[in-house]
């Protein structure tokens, strides 16, 4: 089924279009990969499928949400229920601790001390981070920070995981513990992930990889599941 649709999305900074008819559709329960230049329009589009910002003109269409025709306060109201962003830095409060990190986007919501602690317990058991629940952020390392905002972004269980080069600072082994994460979200609760990297190596991750440049999806892969087809898809994707 159809999850994410977007025909012909355009966005406009001033005079300047960052997005120039985008047509990308994703399917519910898919990971799917974007990659491209620096400046081609990745941030712009997550926050277009995320609700952050409106469409310029166009459509798109998240789940039961038609995006282009939402007010900003509907936009609110969808990214608060539907989406769960991931970014390269990981903006973990400094003086809260672990726990009330996580907690913070159901006390937007309303949700209760008793509750919240649940839910955010839960969050951190699902990114192996129960055990450090009470730690400040500064007393963990890189990779263990983006997990507590993993967890913050899935502690409202949300049907949409954005993630903005979310391993763009960490290193090769603590970046696969991340994508270990990702891809169990994705197959045990069946959220949809829309990942941007640079990191090609990732698309192994995905089901899908697309390409942008200069505000425009060139082209979408299907990711072979077989090594040495994926290593040919690598190299097809660098020499462009
Ligand atoms: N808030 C903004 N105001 C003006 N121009 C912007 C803004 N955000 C992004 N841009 C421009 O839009 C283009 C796409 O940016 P972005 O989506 O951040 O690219 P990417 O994430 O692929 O590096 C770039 O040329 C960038 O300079
Ligand atoms: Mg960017």
């Not at 997550?46 to 269409?61: A, N």
Request: glycine share 10%; proline share 4%; charged share 25%.
């Amino acid at each position: 089924m159809v999850f994410i649709e977007c025909k012909d999305v355009w966005k406009y900074y001033g005079d300047y279009p960052a997005l120039r008819g985008i047509n990308l559709t994703i399917n519910e329960g898919e990971f799917h990969c974007v990659i491209g230049p620096s400046g081609s329009g990745k941030t712009t589009l997550l926050s277009l499928i995320g609700g952050l910002d409106r469409v310029g003109k166009g459509y798109l269409r998240v789940g039961p949400y038609e995006l282009h025709k939402l007010s900003g306060s509907e936009l609110d109201e969808y990214r608060n229920k539907y989406v769960g962003f991931i970014f390269q830095l990981f903006y973990l409060i400094p003086r809260m601790n672990v726990i009330e990190n996580v907690e913070l986007p159901l006390i937007a919501r309303g949700v209760g001390l008793r509750e919240r602690r649940k839910l955010a317990l839960e969050a951190l058991e699902a990114v192996g981070m129960r055990d450090k629940a009470y730690r400040k952020p500064s007393q963990l390392s890189g990779g263990e920070q983006q997990r507590v905002a993993i967890a913050r972004a899935i502690v409202t269980q949300p049907r949409l995981l954005l993630a903005d080069e979310p391993t763009g600072n960490l290193d090769n082994k603590t970046t696969a513990v991340i994508m270990e994460i990702f891809r169990r979200l994705n197959k045990e609760l069946g959220i949809t992930i829309v990942m941007v990297t640079h990191n090609l190596e990732l698309i192994g991750n995905c089901h899908k990889v697309s390409r942008i440049s200069d505000g425009v999806i060139t082209r979408t892969y299907e990711v072979p599941q077989v090594h040495e087809n994926l290593s040919n898809l690598i190299r097809e994707l660098t020499s462009i």
